[in-house]
């Protein structure tokens, strides 16, 4: 029997097939699993349908997650579920290089709305179509606990995330839901690119790495697989690392001389 037969897992964040949200989906439903997929805007509609069409043929909802209106009518359209992959960030292109004490007042308050809040809102307007036992994720970056230059205000915000996790978790224990993060390695997507200097950063990692290699958004999703499924059953309040071992690290090996 496939590990997540007769679960409905809430995917957010597809916004093209590079998406970390799309190497999920794909584990989830090689796994079994029946998706609802969310997207945010017209421009990306037909990108998501694409996927959901590839990936089972289920359903598809507008969400923005700073729109409570928005969230209303999700929550009203997507039935009982057994899980939500929260993969959503934004964060003004101008706060991902210089200096975090150059962040404005506006472009910090859009970064914690829309990367962290709207964890909060998302499960606050889903938590009734949640079957007990079930299991949320969200997507975050070592540089939430560690600092990662010019990822500044981004990092502030996956703190925050990682904050709400474990509160979540708490809230959630006594229905036997999970809570969890993972913490993915650089992937290049269309939101990392936005942090200066990132085209360096996956080789940098491979360098370093325990495991000596890159990762994928399919090597997120094979966490997602397990952290959806019934596998995972005690695992709560956790931040998973998906970085082939990097963010352990203490000192770096020299790099081999030219
Ligand atoms: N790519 C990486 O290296 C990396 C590493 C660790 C964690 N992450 C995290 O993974 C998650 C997914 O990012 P990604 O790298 O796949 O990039 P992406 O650009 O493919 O995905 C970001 C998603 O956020 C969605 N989004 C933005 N504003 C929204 C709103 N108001 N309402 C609903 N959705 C909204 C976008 O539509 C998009 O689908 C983010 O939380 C990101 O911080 C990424």
Known sequence: MSLLEGKTILVTGVANRWSIASGIARQLHAHGA??????????????????????????VFPCDVTNDDSLDALAAAVGRIDGIVHSIAFVKKEDLSGKVYDTSRDGFAMAMDISSYSLIALVGHLKDNL??????MALTY?????IVPNYNVAGI?????????????????????????ISAGPISTASSRQVAGFSAMPAKVA??????????????GNCAVYLASDLSSQVTADVHFVDAGYHAMGMYPEAPKA
Do not use: M
Request: net charge neutral; no cysteine.
């Open 34 to 59: 029946r998706l609802i997929l969310t997207y945010q805007g017209e421009r990306v509609e037909d990108s998501v349908r694409k996927t959901a069409a590839e990936l089972g043929g289920g359903p």
């Open 157 to 181: 915000a996956k703190a925050a995330l990682e904050a709400i996790v474990r509160y979540l978790a708490f809230d959630l224990g006594d229905r036997g839901i999970r809570v969890n993060a």
């Open 131 to 136: 079957n007990d036992g079930g299991s949320i």
């Open 207 to 220: 360098a370093a790495a325990p495991l000596k290699r890159t990762i994928s958004a399919d090597d997120v």
């Open 142 to 146: 070592l540089g939430g606990t560690q």
